[in-house]
């Protein structure tokens, strides 16, 4: 084989530098805490107040403090089957007591009053009659038609429950920027508190940049890019309780972008871009934020994900997400999650994420925090094979993020390493 004929004229490509995977000398790179915390600062709620039933409660953020309209629960009532008598009427051994005419059952209390030395069969969830403090199991008793039988000495109060033993009427029990999920509409039901002024719903739209792309539900030729990105952040910023607006695709120009963003600006609360936010020439988004946006390109020390561009379009605040769908993801959970549930009304959050041990092995050169494609093994947490930002399945293959701090690492297995669940993510 011989070499091609090339062109005399032909520019030599340079060499690579030795130092081209490194950091740009003398670049100010911001920290992600130091990001979070200077955007937890710039943020403020951007949403009014309005009232909703706590049956449509679940991923609303409460605008006022909750108390309890009444307690849990609101009366003394038996928390097993069995019978009920007033405790010092009976002593140790066997007690044998007359059972009285009826019975006491939940939604079916007994009206009148069990005498001393009577007892009284009452089924859970059943308000104890006046006269009756304690209940025997119904399982520890032998019953005739007409009397009880079991064995002493039965513990004060036993299988009951105290009014108010779990929330007393007046307790504070939410307060004002929590966030509420369907196990909190359980207790509200509980404590009788119907109406709840919450935040009216953050209005986020999302909208794709770049010539290449294209809607899945259509054809495309392989030079052609579905649009991941749009799906994905749609339906995370409906998982977080946010109404989500579909502001489509726009082409790589520059009056295109304009209307859009004007459009977005009047519909929503805040706008989550995906692509053109680097500084090349199809960057866009970053050229028009920084002519009219107020664009502040932040260097964030973060792999993968940068850059991210943040800026106000008429006021409304513009998140600039990467283009690439594994740093879009990660920098909308890292960035725009917590920036977003602070522009709701809720408090500023922080993932909780837990130390397992490491079923891998990395070394990690300092400057940049990683967030690694992670799952939970048998043998602790598995990062997926390749850490290309291109690979999309690893996102699915994931179940998590593992946390690698700022600094240089080397990390062997067995050593304890932070892994944020995805549901720590609200996914
Ligand atoms: P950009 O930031 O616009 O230079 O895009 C970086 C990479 O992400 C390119 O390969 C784009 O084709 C790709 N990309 C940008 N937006 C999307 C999207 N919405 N869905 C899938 N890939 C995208
Ligand atoms: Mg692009």
């Given at each position: 084989m011989t070499a091609p004929d090339l062109p005399p004229d032909l520019p030599r490509p340079p060499k690579l530098r030795d130092d081209c995977f490194a950091l740009p000398a003398g670049v100010d790179w911001t920290p992600v805490d130091d990001a979070l915390a200077r955007l937890n600062a710039a943020v403020t709620r951007v949403v009014g107040v309005e009232e909703v039933s706590h049956a449509q409660s679940a991923g609303r953020v409460l605008a006022a403090n909750v108390v309890a309209r009444r307690s849990n629960p609101p009366a003394p009532n038996s928390a097993v089957d069995g019978y009920g008598f007033a405790h010092a009427s009976t002593k140790d051994g066997d007690q044998v007591l007359p059972l009285v005419d009826g019975r006491a059952a939940a939604g079916g209390a007994y009206d009148g009053a069990v005498a001393h030395g009577e007892a009284i069969r009452i089924l859970t969830g059943a308000v104890l009659p006046q006269g009756v403090d304690t209940v025997v199991l119904e399982e520890d008793c032998t019953v005739t038609t007409t009397h009880v039988a079991f064995r002493g000495p039965i513990r004060p109060y036993a299988n009951t429950r105290k009014a108010g033993e779990d929330v007393?009427?007046?307790?504070?029990?939410?307060?004002?920027?929590?966030?509420?999920?369907?196990?909190?509409?359980?207790?509200?039901?509980?404590?009788?508190?119907?109406?709840?002024d919450v935040f009216k719903r953050l209005k986020v739209g999302v909208l794709s940049t770049g010539d290449e792309l294209v809607d899945p539900a259509m054809q495309a030729a392989s030079d052609r890019t579905y649009d991941a990105n749009r799906p994905m952040l749609l339906q995370l910023a409906q998982g977080w309780g946010f109404e989500a607006v579909d502001l489509g695709h726009a082409a790589d120009d520059r009056d295109a972008l304009r209307a859009r963003l004007d459009e977005a600006a009047a519909r929503c609360d805040v706008i989550l871009t995906s692509g053109g936010a680097s500084a090349g020439d199809e960057d866009h988004v970053s050229a028009l934020l920084r002519e009219h946006g107020n664009l502040q390109a932040w260097r964030i020390a973060l792999k993968p994900g940068r850059p991210l561009a943040l800026a106000l379009w008429q006021g409304v605040p513009v998140f600039g997400?990467?283009?690439?769908?594994?740093?879009?993801?990660?920098?909308?959970?890292?960035?725009?999650?917590?920036?977003?549930?602070?522009?709701?009304g809720a408090a500023w959050s922080r993932p909780q994420g837990f130390m397992v041990a490491?079923?891998?092995a990395k070394r990690k050169k300092p400057g940049r925090r990683?967030?690694?494609?992670?799952?939970?093994?048998?043998?602790?947490?598995?990062?997926?094979?390749?850490?290309?930002?291109g690979r999309i399945s690893g996102l699915s293959w994931a179940d998590g993020l593992v946390e690698l701090p700022d600094g240089a690492v080397d990390i062997h297995r067995g050593d304890m390493v932070r892994y944020i669940p995805y549901a720590s993510f609200g996914m």
């Amino acid at each position: 084989m011989t070499a091609p004929d090339l062109p005399p004229d032909l520019p030599r490509p340079p060499k690579l530098r030795d130092d081209c995977f490194a950091l740009p000398a003398g670049v100010d790179w911001t920290p992600v805490d130091d990001a979070l915390a200077r955007l937890n600062a710039a943020v403020t709620r951007v949403v009014g107040v309005e009232e909703v039933s706590h049956a449509q409660s679940a991923g609303r953020v409460l605008a006022a403090n909750v108390v309890a309209r009444r307690s849990n629960p609101p009366a003394p009532n038996s928390a097993v089957d069995g019978y009920g008598f007033a405790h010092a009427s009976t002593k140790d051994g066997d007690q044998v007591l007359p059972l009285v005419d009826g019975r006491a059952a939940a939604g079916g209390a007994y009206d009148g009053a069990v005498a001393h030395g009577e007892a009284i069969r009452i089924l859970t969830g059943a308000v104890l009659p006046q006269g009756v403090d304690t209940v025997v199991l119904e399982e520890d008793c032998t019953v005739t038609t007409t009397h009880v039988a079991f064995r002493g000495p039965i513990r004060p109060y036993a299988n009951t429950r105290k009014a108010g033993e779990d929330v007393e009427q007046g307790a504070e029990v939410f307060a004002g920027g929590h966030l509420l999920g369907p196990q909190d509409a359980g207790l509200l039901a509980a404590l009788g508190v119907d109406r709840l002024d919450v935040f009216k719903r953050l209005k986020v739209g999302v909208l794709s940049t770049g010539d290449e792309l294209v809607d899945p539900a259509m054809q495309a030729a392989s030079d052609r890019t579905y649009d991941a990105n749009r799906p994905m952040l749609l339906q995370l910023a409906q998982g977080w309780g946010f109404e989500a607006v579909d502001l489509g695709h726009a082409a790589d120009d520059r009056d295109a972008l304009r209307a859009r963003l004007d459009e977005a600006a009047a519909r929503c609360d805040v706008i989550l871009t995906s692509g053109g936010a680097s500084a090349g020439d199809e960057d866009h988004v970053s050229a028009l934020l920084r002519e009219h946006g107020n664009l502040q390109a932040w260097r964030i020390a973060l792999k993968p994900g940068r850059p991210l561009a943040l800026a106000l379009w008429q006021g409304v605040p513009v998140f600039g997400l990467p283009g690439n769908p594994v740093a879009a993801l990660i920098c909308a959970l890292i960035f725009a999650r917590p920036a977003c549930l602070k522009m709701a009304g809720a408090a500023w959050s922080r993932p909780q994420g837990f130390m397992v041990a490491a079923a891998f092995a990395k070394r990690k050169k300092p400057g940049r925090r990683e967030y690694l494609r992670a799952r939970m093994g048998a043998d602790g947490v598995e990062v997926f094979a390749s850490e290309g930002s291109g690979r999309i399945s690893g996102l699915s293959w994931a179940d998590g993020l593992v946390e690698l701090p700022d600094g240089a690492v080397d990390i062997h297995r067995g050593d304890m390493v932070r892994y944020i669940p995805y549901a720590s993510f609200g996914m």
